[in-house]
């Protein structure tokens, strides 16, 4: 066989990708060969996801070539692909929740296999790679960490040469991240290629050979990670140093508790929802707690609860002394408390309106800030909206754009800054920085801390550990609907946080099966 | 037992229609489409079959029409549902709407003409057997034809690769998309077939159950069919237990004022769709049984990137 043995795996020349004004992959050249664990590296909106899309198939480029083995190949569908060997795990997961394991895999298989014939290859596949899966199991029943193995698995049967993995670890505790790496290595060593896409520097060093960094649609470099630093990887990403945040001990002079939560339960509102058991802790004046958890162990009913989305019976849920359990959340914002959810577009905002008009959202129909009496004032609403603007850096393309206009992170960074408008006593944010970019993390963190010294107190509920262990005071893990008891974040490891977080998914997987 | 079997009769006959826009309906739906405008493409459906039939006097020549009616109806609606993307409710309340006038000025020369009836099947000896014979083997094609149409799709749906592709694309377009289906084929596939089987209801009210013509003649059973499916939360299986419990209280009037029963007859009139009603409030209360089997992608828009 002479067809290109010597050649790269894949060779990728001159792809170019606009959408109107916008070019998200400018001119991008590099090489994958075989067995070797290649890695992608950029922030959010580097043009990763484009040029994957356009390596898979999922969209056309505007111009350059891919080479295969040596020949130039024209990849116009996923189901080209495929063909030549091209597998993909994407990150925001392609499964079909009504369906079961085996059905799901059956969609991307070329060949349209027998179900129970398929079944039993699944638990073969699975159990061979260390991924153990039940295929008769339907999506919505499993986990995240177990859906990305149905996504590895399904990818695995149809024996790919090259394996593209959109930011896996994203959702994975540690040691399920360290798991998902044995696997890796093993099908490096059988030779199959695997394109990394990530923004964590420590798993790029660790597990990539190669590292190709790319910034605002352009290549920036290609180089071997074994031989950077985290900070010079880091630099090349992001174009310029990233300021680290600024952390001091809480000092905390008096002990005034503002948030104080006992004996809190909430029972499932129906199948997709976690039932709360017996959560109780309480927060001062002058600290960040963080609540660190896997998405899906009852982050979300946790935050509606203490935002009053959900209302809760009384003597559950104390804000300043206030007894607020079944108050709603217009009155508990009006006791001086402050909400930012994590659905930032739709649920933090009407996208389709203004951010000036955005800002009245959570006036709480108190005077200022653009609200009289029953009444708009749009002078004073426009105030608000540049001055929040002004103090978070929200960078915006008009004067007073629509929600839906900005950028992820500019929105966040809206969102966050309505509510330090309202300077709040408390501040409770579910996942403050999920999919935001570097630079805009380190602001918003920040201002969290910032916030937190000057006297209020902050709750953050976040699966980031990074983002827990450089804000947070305390941290306590919530998995399946319990809350462990706080813990000081100095005193606490990764792997330990790790195996909190991971001991519930072990129980978890055990119901599902 | 006379009676029984005149009852068991009259239901079949009231319920068949149901069937068979509610299946139609139901692919339409787990494909992740909804179209409203079951009522005018039954009526469609209903003046071509009779127009057809009465002009050749082949009623089996009507149903075809009818069939070619229906999707033709639905191609409207697929056109600009999918392909201009417009709102899908506001598209098949318009398609209704349409059906509506489209029906009535085609039908216009025909009020009060004699229809032809579509014969029933007759197979000498059983359909002469006690009780059974006429209610099992003395039926016309198209009360046969939509109980095999539901086996089939039923059958399809959960055992056939290509049903597996129309419950995939109804629960998430975007990864169908994104593993090279072409969701847009797949869905007008759907819809269309869901316009076939409009028409043949349509077909089943103007030679079968009146065999003549007047305007606005399915009287509303286009969105009883609709709710049918919601009923059966999109499980063939329940579909045909809903129909013929639809169909039997449709009856239920007749026969109520037959028998004398002092309860004014606009009330029985309204029985079927108060039912509807009652049903609909019963079903949409249980929130864990309707996130289960809705298909997730109901009614929004797919535009895939360039």
Redesign the interface.
């Known amino acids: 066989m002479s067809d290109g043995r010597d050649e790269p795996l894949l060779s990728v020349s001159s792809i170019t990708k606009r959408f109107g004004e916008l070019t998200a992959n400018d001119d991008i050249h590099f090489e994958i060969d075989r067995g070797e664990i290649h890695a992608l590296l950029g922030e959010n909106g580097a043009g990763k996801s484009t040029l994957v899309?356009i390596l898979y198939?999922?969209?056309?480029p505007d111009s350059g070539q891919i080479r295969w083995q040596g020949r130039p190949v024209s990849v116009s569908?996923?189901?080209i692909a495929?063909r030549l060997g091209i597998g993909m795990v994407?990150q925001h997961?392609?499964?079909?929740?009504?369906?079961t394991i085996t059905?799901n895999i059956?969609?991307?298989l070329p060949k349209?296999p027998r179900l129970q014939v398929l079944a039993r290859d699944i638990a073969r596949v699975s159990e061979e790679y260390g991924l153990p899966l039940n295929p008769m199991a339907q999506i919505h029943d499993l986990s995240v960490g177990q859906r990305q193995r149905v996504e590895i698995v399904r990818c695995l049967l149809q024996d790919p040469h090259l394996i593209i993995m959109d930011e896996p670890t994203s959702v994975l505790t540690p040691q399920e991240a360290d798991d998902l790496f044995v696997t890796l290595r093993r099908l490096s060593a059988e030779g199959r290629s695997i394109l990394y896409i990530s923004h964590r520097l420590r798993e790029v060093k660790e597990l990539c050979s190669h590292v190709t960094i790319l910034r605002h649609g352009k290549l920036i470099s290609t180089c071997d990670p074994q031989k950077e630093t985290s900070e010079s990887l880091a630099r090349l990403m992001v174009g310029s140093e990233i300021r680290d945040v600024r952390t001091s001990a809480a000092t905390i002079a008096e002990k005034r508790v503002l948030l104080s939560v006992r004996g809190l339960s909430l029972s499932a509102?129906?199948?997709?929802d976690v039932t709360l058991r017996d959560i109780s802790f309480d927060v001062c004046a002058g600290e960040v707690c963080a609540i660190a958890g896997i998405a899906g162990n009852g982050q979300s009913e946790l935050f509606d609860a203490l935002s009053g989305e959900r209302t809760v019976e009384n003597n559950r849920i104390y804000i300043d002394g206030n007894d607020a359990g079944a108050k709603g959340i217009n009155e508990r914002r009006k006791i001086g408390a402050a909400f930012v959810a994590e659905e930032r577009l739709g649920h933090g905002t009407a996208p389709q309106e203004t951010l000036s008009l955005n800002v009245l959202l959570t006036q709480a129909r108190m005077n200022g800030n653009g609200i009289r009496g029953p009444f708009i004032d749009y002078g004073e609403a426009v105030e608000a909206k540049d001055r929040i603007c002004t103090s978070f850096d929200v960078r915006k393309s008009s004067a007073d754009p629509r929600a839906y206009e900005l950028s992820g992170g500019n929105l966040q960074k809206f969102v966050v800054g309505r509510e330090f408008n309202r300077a709040p006593k408390l501040l409770i944010v579910n996942q403050p920085t999920w999919g935001v970019d570097a630079g805009a993390s380190a602001h918003i963190r920040q201002s969290l801390i910032d916030l937190a010294r000057s006297g209020a107190a902050v709750v953050v509920i976040s699966q980031d550990l990074d983002e827990i262990f450089e804000i947070a005071d305390r941290v306590a893990v919530l998995s399946r609907g319990k809350l462990t008891p706080f813990t000081s974040s100095r005193e606490t490891s990764r792997e330990t946080l790790g195996l909190l977080l991971g001991g519930a998914r072990e129980g978890e997987a055990a119901s599902a099966a | 037992m006379e009676l029984f079997e005149a009852f068991v009769l009259t239901v079949i006959t009231a319920a068949t229609p149901l069937l068979l826009a509610a299946t139609g309906e139901l692919v339409t739906e787990r494909a992740g489409v909804l179209n409203l405008g079951v009522e005018g493409m039954m009526l469609v459906g209903a003046v071509s079959a009779f127009a057809v039939a009465v002009t050749t006097g082949s009623p089996i020549l009507g149903i075809l029409a009818a069939m070619v009616a229906g999707v033709s109806m639905a191609a409207i609606f697929a056109f600009f549902a999918l392909f201009l993307v417009t709102n899908q409710v506001a598209t098949g309340l318009a398609l209704t709407l349409f059906g509506l006038g489209v029906s009535g000025m085609l039908g216009a020369s025909f009020v009060g003409e004699p229809g032809v009836k579509l014969a029933a099947i007759h197979l000498p000896g059983l359909s002469e057997l006690p009780l059974v014979g006429r209610i099992l083997f003395g039926q016309d094609p198209l009360v046969y034809g939509s109980l095999i149409i539901l086996l089939g799709v039923s059958f399809l749906l959960k055992r056939s690769h290509v049903g597996l592709v129309v419950r995939a694309v109804g629960d998430n377009h975007h990864s169908a998309h994104a593993l090279g289906y072409n969701v847009l084929m797949i869905r007008v596939a759907a819809v269309l077939f869901g316009g076939l089987c409009a028409g043949l209801g349509g077909a089943y009210l103007s030679l079968v159950y009146t065999p003549q013509w007047t305007e606005g003649m399915t009287a509303g059973r286009g969105w009883i069919a609709v709710a049918l499916v919601v009923f059966s939360s999109w499980i063939p299986g329940r579909l045909l237990i809903g129909a013929y419990l639809f169909g039997a209280v449709t009856l239920l009037q007749f026969h109520l004022q037959a028998v004398g029963v002092p309860v004014p007859s606009q009330f029985l009139s309204a029985l079927p769709y108060a039912a509807t009603v009652i049903v609909l409030v019963v079903i949409s209360r249980n929130r864990r049984l309707l996130r289960t089997h809705t298909p997730a992608m109901l009614g929004s828009t797919f535009v895939p990137d360039k």
């Not at chain 1, 198939?57 to 056309?60: T, V, Y």
């Not at chain 1, 997961?93 to 369906?99: E, I, K, R, T, V």
């Open positions: 899309k198939g999922a969209l056309q569908n996923p189901a495929r994407f997961f392609s499964l079909f929740d009504a369906l059905e059956a969609l991307a349209r509102g129906d199948q997709f």
